[in-house]
């Protein structure tokens, strides 16, 4: 169902094509994007070679080293060793942080030798608001002089010291913070507090239905009770569930349980997407089970899943209770990662950015989290009891109804839409309008 927004102030909205998280941030911006376009840096028409080769290397570097920390022993080392130079320091105690690192220096110099410059340039013809998704298209906008203002979206539920300038007390960047970490984070960095925004994570119109929220309450209406087979948790905190999402909401009809599992852009940990078809085997022939798998752009993921859910004696029940999201641009699979969302009852997924889609009354099941920015994503989700680590994935037919029996999942449900902050969408889109009385107040309780 599609939602219609007022137009309102237009902005250009520059994200980078690297794995799918400042994408997907980006994707429901489109609707203040100017001519509804969203920018990637890396990208676009006419971006220099050499440009292109530099964010080209670099995307491949990531990719490659996800993929080789599964090797044994050498693997994790070698990732140990990098993600030293994105680590995000311990919160506590409370110090200054403002003194740069090592990998924003790196970046800068590249910065300073040309590297953006074309884009800003472009950008220039057309002056409006920036907002990017990418600390280093900020970066290269400051540098190199945008006219127009700045805003950086962070994208994690904690960020590096890398997402903020050389000089953050005279940096003329702003920050939209998904969350009150983020934000608090931000002045420990040296932003000025005026500079910085607690919005919360840009959320898709069509998974909420508008600042309402009428499609996200309808949706988890449906979800519940999926989620609480045995209704423990749905008999004791029924009127709080009417009174959270509306009579017209509660209780609603059945679908059948259905698991939506993504793997993250490098296609890392598919394997295990196929070891959950294989222990929930029993309930996809009873028709009692339905599973996403989510492939994004990747053939190479998508031929996995296929061959894989073939040899498994399920090939009959692809395209019915074995679905394969896959399409061939992003832009095409968050459509259809959106929609399957309307259906979805758990969320199985690395703590990625994915981790904010909590807000969508979405319980997330946690694949061992990927670097330094998911270990605190992690901690987060615990921290608002809306996340929980996976069991031993061969066990899944065991541990996963027990929980479902518990009612936590339909408990971790209500949890992650009354904590998890989802009003950034419309929140950015009051702020760059410079209405911001009109944003919508964030919760601070239990941001971690």
Same mark, same amino acid.
């Given at each position: ?58 995307? +491949? ?181 009417? @009174? ?129 920015? +998911?270990?605190?994503? @992690? ?70």
């Amino acid at each position: 169902m599609k939602v219609k927004i007022k137009n309102g102030q237009k902005a250009h909205v520059v994200a980078v094509d690297m794995g799918y998280g400042h994408q997907r941030a980006a994707q429901p911006l489109h609707i203040m994007a100017y001519r509804g376009k969203i920018i990637n840096a890396n990208r676009y028409p006419g971006v220099p070679e050499s440009d292109k080769k530099f964010w080209e290397k670099s995307r +491949e570097f990531y990719e490659w080293l996800s993929k080789f920390k599964k090797t044994p022993v050498i693997g994790q080392k070698i990732w140990d060793f990098f993600d030293r130079f994105q680590q995000i320091p311990q919160f506590y105690p409370k110090r200054d942080l403002s003194e740069s690192n090592a990998q924003l220096k790196w970046f800068m110099h590249f910065i300073k030798k040309g590297w953006g410059k074309d884009l800003i340039q472009r950008l220039e013809k057309k002056p409006l608001p920036l907002i990017t998704t990418f600390f280093v298209t900020a970066f290269m906008a400051e540098y190199y002089n945008y006219s127009e203002e700045i805003y950086c979206l962070a994208t994690d539920t904690d960020i590096s010291r890398t997402w903020v300038s050389l000089n953050p007390a005279q940096s003329r960047i702003n920050y939209f913070a998904p969350n009150y970490r983020v934000e608090q984070r931000l002045k420990l960095y040296g932003v000025r507090p005026e500079k910085i925004f607690l919005t919360g994570f840009p959320l898709p119109n069509e998974n909420l239905g508008g600042p309402d929220l009428r499609i996200l309450k309808k949706d988890l209406g449906h979800r519940l009770h999926n989620l609480d087979p045995k209704k423990r948790y749905i008999k004791v905190y029924k009127d709080t569930i009417r @009174r959270q999402l509306g009579p017209s909401c509660f209780p609603c009809y059945h679908h059948p349980l259905t698991i939506t599992f993504a793997v993250g852009g490098a296609g890392a940990q598919r394997e295990v997407g196929i070891e959950i078809v294989k222990s929930l085997s029993r309930k996809i022939r009873k028709n009692q089970l339905r599973i996403n798998l989510v492939a994004g752009i990747r053939n190479e993921v998508n031929n996995y899943f296929k061959s894989n859910v073939r040899n498994l004696g399920l090939g009959k029940y692809l395209g019915k209770n074995i679905k394969i999201i896959h399409a061939p641009n992003k832009e095409e699979y968050f459509r259809k990662f959106n929609r399957a969302l309307h259906t979805t009852d758990i969320l199985w997924t690395k703590p990625s950015e994915l981790s904010f889609y909590t807000a969508l009354g979405l319980p997330i099941i946690m694949t061992p989290p990927i670097g330094s920015q +998911e270990i605190f994503n @992690r901690k987060w989700l615990t921290t608002i009891a809306s996340g929980i680590d996976q069991e031993d994935v061969k066990y899944t037919y065991q541990w996963l109804y027990d929980w479902l029996d518990s009612g936590w999942f339909a408990e971790a449900a209500m949890e992650g839409f009354m904590e998890a902050p989802k009003f950034g969408t419309y929140n950015i889109q009051k702020i760059i309008a410079h209405k911001l009385e009109e944003t919508k107040t964030i919760k601070t309780v239990l941001q971690y």
